[in-house]
């Protein structure tokens, strides 16, 4: 049972270069989120989908696209990269009311 | 807004030197109060889900208690192995069947032996 799955683990991007983080939960979970985290700064939900088809925008979505066209995956897109966008990335899904299981992460710098 | 505020930001402690680490919570409406404890370099780990006042959880050295403003993780004789960042988060009630999280900052804990 493999849980959640980000690839890549790290990346480094140049200014203005596009890419998607990848994820994938073997676990039949409907609800799957994207989160950032910095230092000190705890994990920011930038979106999350309670479904196949459906996606909604969290806290901090700016820079930030996401889609779910089956229920095991869920990939972010990053359009633009900016340095602000430099931070751990991590992907988690959920039963509702359940405690998540996040992914390992990833490490995301932009030059 | 939802708010979720953790102390201290970093605890020191010796092997076998009991102690706590405090969440406060501002949430609207509190659906569940989850703990989870974050390796080094790799993702966040489920712990405790606590879901009303009073109600309190165990696992191995930790025990998470909850009142209506605050939850507290109590860890008694830690080991090194027990260092780690400990990651307090809220789920509010929401308008629909999604409880979203709201995490505190964490809490960086180091046992030295």
């Known amino acids: 049972n493999a849980g959640v799955t980000q690839t890549p683990k790290f990346r480094i991007l140049k200014i203005g270069q596009s890419m998607t983080l990848q994820c994938t939960q073997d676990?039949?979970?409907?609800?799957m989120y994207w989160y950032r985290q910095d230092p000190g700064m705890g994990l920011k939900l930038i979106y999350y989908s309670v479904g196949a088809g459906i996606t909604d925008k969290g806290e901090v979505p700016n820079g930030y696209n996401v889609s779910r066209s089956t229920t095991e995956d869920f990939p972010l897109r990053l359009e633009l990269a900016a340095p602000s966008q430099t931070s751990v990335y991590f992907c988690?899904?959920?039963?509702?009311?359940?405690?998540?299981?996040f992914g390992s992460g990833t490490r995301l710098t932009v030059v | 807004e939802d708010q979720v505020t953790q102390s201290p930001e970093a605890l020191r402690l010796q092997e076998g030197e009991s102690s706590s680490l405090n969440c406060s919570y501002t949430v609207s409406g509190l659906r569940g109060l989850f703990w989870y404890r974050q390796d080094p370099g790799k993702g966040p780990e489920f712990l405790f889900t606590?879901?009303?006042a009073g109600e309190e959880k165990e696992k191995e050295r930790l025990k998470a208690t909850l009142t209506k403003k605050e939850s507290f993780l109590h860890i008694t004789a830690p080991k090194p192995e027990d260092s780690a960042t400990y990651l307090c988060?809220?789920?509010?009630?929401?308008?629909?069947?999604?409880?979203?999280?709201?995490f505190g900052q964490g809490t960086i804990l180091t046992v030295h032996p």
């Open positions: 606590l879901y009303s």
């Open positions: 988060a809220a789920a509010n009630a929401g308008g629909t069947s999604y409880g979203k999280l709201t």
């Open positions: 676990m039949n979970h409907n609800y």
């Open positions: 988690a899904s959920s039963y509702p009311n359940n405690g998540y299981t």
